[in-house]
């Protein structure tokens, strides 16, 4: 397996207490795979990203427990020159908000040669040229004669395409997309998505999609993993999901989504909203908002994710689910 993260924990001390933002998360990718990491804001998704890539900001935060594993050596047992050298040469992030992530001063052509002239040790010229390469291959217009453009002279599309381009630059094995189609219209999101499955194809790298939107997800990702309140509730093959999801959190966000066979019916919701982490609730986490809740959701320990059979008693395509009623939502 290219990248592993097992039961990775990370803390942040706050005033209101200790967050666990990260509590116990397990996921896995190999090369030419696509998973989608789903689930409302603040279930932990990003901060999981930014423990792989080793920038949380610390303090707060802190990681208490768990591995992570690239070609099976721990991530975190590397020196910070180690992950220095595998940050954006192995492993690459493309981050939400382009405008913030992109120096506002330097060019976008400076921006990617800085990529070459840092890891490659390239002249000004040749990473010049380079850029120029790379801007072409996100498709940006016209891009040897906007190299020396700035980021606020580029749409929301083109500057996240030219993040998109920044992380392929050293072809990493790995690239972690968080959130790469936020506040883009829909035409836009269909672009940078085809995009990305696209040069994933091309390049044979592994791509993890950090987002809450499912539909987004529905034709790129080869699995997906769910996550509540800083846990997987869920792991899935994408089409086995969408078919018969096996939590009622994943069928709660499947049920939100606007289907044209529903013209004219109220939009379902999540009733509540997600809890604060410095509170979260016993038992299982989502038992305040879930319709199916009893009492042993509410007194039990939190439920572990278990293995999911289908209705003849066989595997269901190797998933897993935290719930203790699985098989009602399953077999809905």
């Avoid at 529903?262 to 319709?291: M, Q, S, V, W």
């Avoid at 009492?295 to 190797?318: N, S």
């Amino acid at each position: 397996m290219l990248l592993e993260v097992q039961d990775l924990r990370v803390e942040f001390d706050t005033r209101d207490g200790v967050v666990r933002a990260v509590d116990g998360v397990s996921y896995a990718v190999d090369a030419g795979e696509t998973l989608a990491v789903l689930g409302e804001s603040g279930s932990g998704k990003s901060v999981t990203a930014q423990a792989v890539m080793g920038i949380l900001d610390s303090p707060p935060a802190r990681i208490t427990g768990g591995r992570i594993l690239f070609r099976g050596e721990d991530v975190l047992a590397m020196s910070e020159e180690q992950r220095r050298r595998i940050r954006g040469d192995k492993i690459a992030m493309i981050f939400q908000d382009a405008l913030s992530a992109l120096n506002p001063v330097l060019s976008v052509g400076f921006q990617l040669g800085e990529m070459f002239r840092v890891h490659r040790g390239m002249s000004r010229r040749d990473a010049r040229a380079r850029a120029v390469e790379l801007m072409d291959r996100v498709r940006i217009p016209a891009a040897r004669e906007r190299v020396d453009d700035y980021p606020h002279q580029f749409s929301g599309g083109m500057r996240q395409r030219i993040m998109i381009a920044m992380a392929l630059a050293l072809e990493p094995d790995v690239i972690i997309a968080d959130e790469p189609t936020t506040a883009l219209d829909v035409t836009v999101q269909a672009q940078v998505m085809d995009l990305l499955a696209e040069l994933r194809r091309d390049l044979g790298m592994a791509l993890v999609l950090i987002t809450h939107d499912l539909g987004v997800v529905a034709g790129v990702a080869d699995k997906i993993a769910v996550m509540y309140a800083g846990r997987i509730v869920e792991n899935a093959p994408v089409h086995e999901l969408y078919k018969r999801p096996a939590h009622p959190y994943t069928r709660g966000l499947l049920d939100s989504i606007p289907r044209l066979d529903h013209k004219g019916r109220e939009l379902y919701a999540i009733k509540g909203l997600p809890p604060t982490l410095t509170a979260i609730p016993a038992g299982c986490a989502f038992n305040p908002r879930c319709p199916a809740a009893r009492e042993m959701c509410r007194e039990d320990p939190v439920p572990p994710l278990v293995r999911v059979t289908g209705p003849e008693g066989g595997q269901g395509g190797g998933r897993t689910s935290a719930c203790h009623f699985w098989k009602e939502t399953f077999g809905a």
